[in-house]
C-alpha cells in the first residue's frame, strides 16, 4: 500500500492554508523519520479562525437538525470510503498497528454516524404551566462557538467525537489538534468539508499549545472548550476559561485498577485486560494498569500477564506480524524508563520487559512489575504506556484502599463471580467507567465523565451533545 500525503496545515473560512508560523516534522514513531510536514499558525491566523467560527454560527445554529445530521452521516459514509487511505496515515503517523489503527477509524465512523442521527433527535420538553393555561418550554439551544482541543493518542476517533457532537448541537468549532497527529485531524475535517459543511463552521489549527489555547480562551466569542489530555494541562485550561466562564468539557488522566477476586478465572482476566492494557502502547486514559489480585491468585496472574506480555511481536505498524508498536515518542520513552526505574530501586521485581528496544523508532518492551512498594511512583503517576504492576491484597478493604488511592477517579475494572463482593466493590470504587467481568468501552451512544481528577462534563450519548447546548426555560401565557 503506497503511503499517502501526511503534510497537514490549517483550514479557516472554508479554505486551507500554510501556518505563518513555522513548520514541525510529522515523525513516524515506528522509524524515527519524517513523514510529513505540519505547519503551524500565528496569532492573526487564529483569530480569523474564531472570526469565521463567530460568523458561521447564526446560520448554522439555524438549520434544521436533520440538515446538520445529514452532513454527519455523509462524511462518516465518506470516511468509510476512504478507510483504507486514512488508517495508514494514522498508522504511519501514531505508531498503531492494523489492527489498532484500523479499529479507531471504525469508531469514528461510528462517532460520526451516530451523532449524525443524534442531531435529529434533540427536542426540548414541555412542562405544565404554573397558571392556567400556561406552559413551561424547556428548549435546547447552541451555546457558540466552541474551541475543541485533542491530543495524539486516539487522534482519529477524538476529534470524531468532539466534532461530531459539537454540530449535532448546532455549534461552530476551532479545532486545535495535536501536532504529533496532523494527518488524522486534516483527513477528518476533509471528509466533512465534501460533506457539504459550510465555510467557517469547523476551522482546524496547529501550533503552540500554550500560546493558542492562551489567546482562544480569551476571546469572548467562544462558549465552551472541550478537551482531552492530561490533568495538568486540563487545570491550566480550567483556569483559562474562568474569566469569560467558557464552559469546560474535559476528560482527563486515567490510572485504572483492576481487581481480581479469589473466585476470578485468572486466564480469562489477561485475556480480556490484555488488548486495554497493550494497545495502542498502552497509551490509553482507561488502559488497566494497576492489578490488584487476593494473594490466592496473585501469583498466578504475574505469571500469565507477563507470558502475555511476552508474546507480543514488536514491529512497525505496516507489518502484518506486528502485534505492539512504538510509544508515541522519545518523551513517552524516556519517562517510561524513568517510572520503572524509580519501581525498581523501591523493590519492584520486573516480570518481564523494562528497556527500551534498540532498533529505529521509539520501541519499548511490554512491561510487568510485581511487589510493587506503595511509594513507588508508577502507582500515583499516569504510565501511559505498556507497563502493568500487579500487588497482592488480602480483603476488599484494602483492594478499595489501594483502588482509590490515586487522584484520578476515571476507569476501573472488577473480576469476579461473587455478587457481594462485585457489588461492594462497584459502590465503593471512586470510578466513573466500571467494567464488571470485561473492559468498559467509551462508545458514542452512552454519556460518560470523569470524576475529580479525570475531568468533568460529558462526551458521548444525549448528554454529550447537551453538553454544547443550553436548555432555555420559556414560559408562556395566552396573550
Avoid at 483550514?11 to 505540519?38: A, H, L, M
Avoid at 480469562?268 to 487476593?294: D, E, I, W
Avoid at 510487568?368 to 480483603?395: H, K, M, W, Y
Amino acid at each position: 500500500m503506497a503511503a499517502t500525503n501526511l503534510d497537514a496545515h490549517l483550514f479557516i473560512n472554508g479554505r486551507w492554508e500554510e501556518g505563518r508560523s513555522g513548520s514541525q516534522p510529522n515523525i513516524d514513531p515506528g522509524t524515527g523519520e519524517k513523514v510529513g510536514v505540519v505547519t503551524l499558525a500565528d496569532s492573526t491566523q487564529a483569530q480569523s479562525a474564531l472570526d469565521a467560527a463567530h460568523h458561521a454560527f447564526p446560520a448554522w445554529s439555524s438549520m434544521t437538525g436533520q440538515a446538520r445530521g445529514a452532513i454527519l452521516k455523509k462524511a462518516s459514509a465518506l470516511l468509510a470510503e476512504r478507510i483504507e487511505e486514512i488508517t495508514l496515515g494514522l498508522l504511519l503517523e501514531s505508531g498503531k498497528t492494523k489492527a489498532d489503527a484500523t479499529g479507531e477509524i471504525r469508531r469514528t465512523i461510528e462517532t460520526l454516524a451516530w451523532n449524525g442521527e443524534e442531531a435529529s433527535r434533540i427536542s426540548g420538553k414541555v412542562h405544565q404551566g404554573i397558571v392556567e393555561g400556561s406552559t413551561r418550554l424547556s428548549l435546547p439551544t447552541p451555546l457558540g462557538v466552541v474551541v475543541a482541543i485533542t491530543p495524539w493518542n486516539f487522534p482519529a476517533v477524538l476529534v470524531g467525537r468532539k466534532l461530531g457532537a459539537a454540530l449535532a448541537a448546532g455549534c461552530t468549532v476551532v479545532l486545535k489538534a495535536s501536532e504529533f497527529t496532523p494527518y488524522s485531524a486534516r483527513a477528518i475535517v476533509q471528509t466533512l468539508v465534501d460533506a457539504g459543511l459550510p465555510d467557517g463552521v469547523v476551522n482546524l489549527l496547529f501550533g503552540d499549545p500554550a500560546a493558542l489555547s492562551k489567546q482562544l480562551l480569551a476571546s469572548p466569542v467562544v462558549k465552551a472548550v472541550s478537551f482531552t489530555g492530561s490533568t495538568h494541562v486540563g487545570k491550566q485550561l480550567a483556569a483559562l476559561a474562568a474569566p469569560n466562564l467558557i464552559r469546560p468539557i474535559f476528560e482527563l488522566g486515567g490510572h485504572a485498577p483492576v481487581i481480581v477476586w479469589s473466585d476470578a478465572d485468572v486466564e480469562k482476566v489477561v485475556q480480556v485486560t490484555a488488548p486495554a492494557k497493550f494497545g495502542s502502547a498502552g497509551q490509553s486514559c482507561v488502559a488497566p494498569t494497576r492489578y490488584l489480585a487476593h494473594h490466592s491468585v496473585h501469583d498466578a496472574l504475574v505469571e500469565a500477564l507477563a507470558a502475555k506480555a511476552t508474546s507480543y511481536k514488536l514491529g512497525h505498524g505496516e507489518l502484518d506480524a506486528a502485534t505492539l508498536g512504538p510509544v508515541a515518542h522519545g518523551g513517552r520513552v524516556a519517562s517510561f524508563l524513568s517510572l520503572v526505574d524509580d519501581a525498581v530501586s523501591k523493590g519492584a521485581v520486573i516480570k518481564t520487559g523494562g528497556k527500551k528496544v534498540e532498533r529505529p523508532g521509539f520501541f519499548v518492551e511490554p512491561t510487568v512489575l510485581s511487589s510493587v512498594s506503595r511509594d513507588a511512583e508508577i502507582l500515583t503517576e499516569e504510565p501511559f504506556g505498556p507497563v502493568a504492576t500487579v500487588q497482592s491484597v488480602e480483603t476488599v478493604d484494602e483492594a478499595i484502599e489501594l483502588a482509590n488511592a490515586t487522584p484520578y477517579a476515571f476507569a476501573a475494572y472488577v473480576f469476579t463471580d461473587s455478587i457481594r463482593v462485585r457489588d461492594d466493590l462497584v459502590r465503593r470504587l471512586n470510578a466513573s467507567n466500571i467494567g464488571v467481568n470485561q473492559t468498559a468501552p467509551s462508545l458514542p451512544d452512552v454519556a460518560l465523565g470523569g470524576l475529580g481528577n479525570s475531568g468533568y462534563g460529558y462526551e458521548g450519548g444525549t448528554e454529550g451533545v447537551l453538553a454544547y447546548m443550553h436548555l432555555r426555560l420559556v414560559s408562556q401565557s395566552a396573550g
